[in-house]
């Protein structure tokens, strides 16, 4: 820009005529009263000289003496230096003849006290022609302080960018926890949802009504009166009535509606929102998904209920193992002490059948409590069943169509082919019985028994339903019944021993307890899929055998019996069945030394060392068990013969590898325990 020319004749600026008088006082002094209201400073600039004119809101604005002129070069060093040569260029843009004369710019300044302030300026140049050309003569303009509006602005832009960032972190923590946000506005009523709604529980946008009832129609109705009850006690204290107690959380755990019609466990927590006066404005929650904990807790809650029963179940079966070998032992003691053809012997048959069916039923409970003798080999599981084939034919009967599809060359599992047959033959009875009673609109007249065997490869989903397992090749054995299904009550208690839906006398609830136990022990899992009136299906996972030797059974036979007594030291804290043992040993001509547990023993070691020539012993008394008393009497006599009395797994009893170990299972017979001590005395490797 070329300096403007300066001199006394300069025109006079819009403010010293507004002084001369001019004839438009009254309209000025309206508009000056506006500018006051506005606060905006305004500059008038002859560009015959290099003054500015400013009013006194605008001397002001930039802090300087309100004398009304400020040389232009003034103006220019009060800009700061970022802003100042943009500023100058609007200048030059303004009243270069070429443009349209319009100037608009924000620049900083620095007021000479140091304060610094954002000012918007505008301005138009006015032209005349002057020998043809057109010129520049007068700038006229204005100028604001936005230095308030413009921090309020980045005050403003500031919580914005805040509350996006806090929104979008929400978002993403809901979304990683499975969480549905929902907003109610508790005054007009509608309730939003965010888009929880549909990832979580498949509901689309358009089919999600903005309403409490909409929410209220989806939680289960086994559910509905518990959740709605508390709503309507926070909607109580919404209003403050008098003698209730405000509430700002509400929580509850129910059961809602998915959109496929399946029901999830949800957790709901919501916190209200109270206005100046108190009064609940809206509440704001978050709805979680809870099934598949519920699912993991419920596994794990039943997992616990069988095992506590098992337990009992176990202890239950020892303690009657005692009673039924005092029982079986007198009953031989009366059935040899009287002679042949005495009417008494009926009874004692029938007692000996019953103590017999005993037996068996201690069987099936150590069996569910994993706690029976049993020697694990390699089995084929296809060659199993198809020996049984014939078996199973015969226990479902004509009406019943037995469809077996078996997969050769199966790797082996470690099991016991007995138990494996007896899995079999219960999960048959149950099914026959199953398509055999009428239920759930199934007519009971029959149907299709299905048994297949396959190799399959455990997936990480697999092994998570499959407790015990992992993941890997696995056998698969699955027994499939088209009869009356299990609804979800008799579902969650199938395996639970003497829990049976057949009629009192008909069933001991025992088998599916024993399959139960029997899958267990061999180290797989079991797998249960039942829908009323669609039949049952058992899938039975077991572990690939490893590479390792099999365990060597101790598979008790009849040894000849030798015509000398030895002396033995019978150890049993049971005083009926140490009672029963010595009277069985001592018919046998042996000579008995007793003790009531393995610290009792001991002492009798010490006295008659010399003279014991075998111990018999039970594992579990109190005070010492029988492990530990024969480990140190073995570290005197290393070879010392010994029968273990067990009515417990291997897995609890010591190594028998050596030739001087016997286990002898409880119940026993006066035959099983003197043929167990034949053998642990040499008649075996004689003979």
């Not at 700002?248 to 209200?272: E, L």
């Not at 005083?575 to 000579?591: D, P």
Request: aromatic residues 6%.
């Amino acid at each position: 820009m070329q300096p403007a020319p300066t001199g006394s004749d300069a025109a006079p600026t819009i403010f010293e005529k507004r002084r001369g008088g001019d004839r438009r006082a009254d309209q000025q002094a309206r508009f000056e009263l506006a500018l006051d209201a506005s606060g905006v400073g305004m500059w008038d600039w002859d560009l015959s000289s290099e003054v500015i004119a400013w009013d006194e809101r605008t001397c002001a604005i930039f802090g300087v003496p309100s004398d009304g002129r400020v040389p232009y070069a003034l103006f220019l060093s009060l800009i700061d230096p970022e802003d100042r040569e943009p500023t100058r260029a609007a200048v030059d843009r303004a009243l270069d003849p070429q443009g349209d004369g319009h100037y608009e710019v924000e620049y900083r300044v620095t007021t000479p006290d140091g304060e610094r302030r954002i000012i918007s300026a505008r301005g138009r140049a006015l032209f005349v022609e002057r020998d043809d050309e057109r010129v520049a003569t007068r700038f006229v303009g204005t100028v604001l302080d936005i230095t308030e509006r413009r921090r309020l602005d980045a005050e403003r832009e500031m919580a914005l960018a805040a509350l996006r960032d806090s929104e979008q972190r929400y978002a993403l923590a809901a979304r990683a926890a499975d969480s549905v946000i929902w907003d109610w506005d508790v005054v007009h009523g509608p309730l939003m949802w965010s888009d929880g709604i549909t990832r979580v529980f498949g509901y689309a946008p358009e089919d999600v009504d903005p309403t409490v009832q909409w929410w209220a129609e989806r939680v289960h109705p086994d559910d509905q009166p518990r959740v709605l009850s508390t709503l309507e006690e926070l909607q109580r204290s919404i209003h403050l009535a008098d003698g209730i107690e405000p509430h700002n959380a509400w929580h509850a755990s129910y059961r809602f509606r998915r959109a496929d019609g399946q029901w999830s466990y949800v957790v709901d927590r919501g916190y209200a929102a109270r206005n100046d006066e108190g009064r609940v404005t809206r509440m704001i929650g978050a709805m979680e998904d809870e099934t598949e904990r519920e699912r993991l807790e419920e596994r794990l809650r039943q997992a616990q209920k069988m095992e506590a029963v098992g337990q009992l179940a176990g202890g239950i079966a020892h303690d009657f193992n005692n009673l039924l070998t005092v029982i079986s032992g007198n009953l031989e003691f009366a059935q040899d002490d009287l002679p042949t053809g005495h009417p008494v012997r009926r009874d004692l048959e029938e007692i000996g059948r019953a103590t017999e069916r005993a037996r068996e039923l201690v069987r099936q409970l150590l069996a569910f409590s994993r706690k029976q003798t049993v020697t694990l080999q390699p089995l084929d599981v296809s060659d199993v069943v198809r020996g049984a084939e014939s078996l199973l034919r015969r226990v479902i009967g004509e009406e019943i169509v037995l469809d077996v599809h078996l997969e050769s060359r199966l790797p082996a599992i470690r099991g016991n082919r007995g138990q494996l047959e007896q899995v079999l033959l219960n999960l048959a009875v149950n099914a026959r019985d199953a398509m055999l009673t009428a239920g759930f609109g199934s007519p009971g007249r029959g149907g299709t028994l299905t048994i297949d065997t396959a190799q399959v490869l455990l997936s990480a989903e697999d092994v998570h339903r499959l407790p015990g397992l992992h993941i890997g090749p696995a056998v698969r054995l699955r027994i499939k019944d088209s009869g009356h299904g299990m609804d979800d009550a008799t579902r969650a208690r199938a395996f639970e021993p003497f829990f049976t839906t057949k009629a009192v006398g008909a069933g001991t609830g025992l088998g599916l307890a024993t399959v139960f136990g029997i899958v267990q022990q061999f180290g797989g899992a079991i797998a249960l899929e039942s829908v009323p009136g669609a039949g049952t299906l058992f899938s039975l996972y077991f572990p690939v055998a490893g590479e390792t030797g099999t365990q060597q059974g101790h598979m008790p036979r009849v040894v000849p019996r030798r015509a000398d007594g030895a002396t033995i030291l019978l150890v049993e804290d049971e005083n009926a069945v140490r009672a029963a043992a010595r009277r069985m040993l001592e018919r046998q001509g042996h000579v008995v030394l007793e003790a009531r547990h393995g610290a009792d023993a001991l002492l009798v070691w010490r006295e008659r060392r010399v003279g014991i020539d075998l111990v018999v012993t039970d594992l579990r008394m109190p005070e010492m068990g029988g492990r530990e008393m024969v480990e140190q009497m073995r570290r005197e006599v290393p070879l010392l013969p010994v029968v273990y009395v067990s009515g417990y797994s291997e897995q609890s009893l010591p190594d028998a590898s050596g030739a001087e170990t016997v286990f002898l299972e409880k119940p026993f017979t006066m035959e099983m325990l003197l043929n167990a001590v034949e053998r642990v005395r040499g008649g075996e490797r004689d003979s």
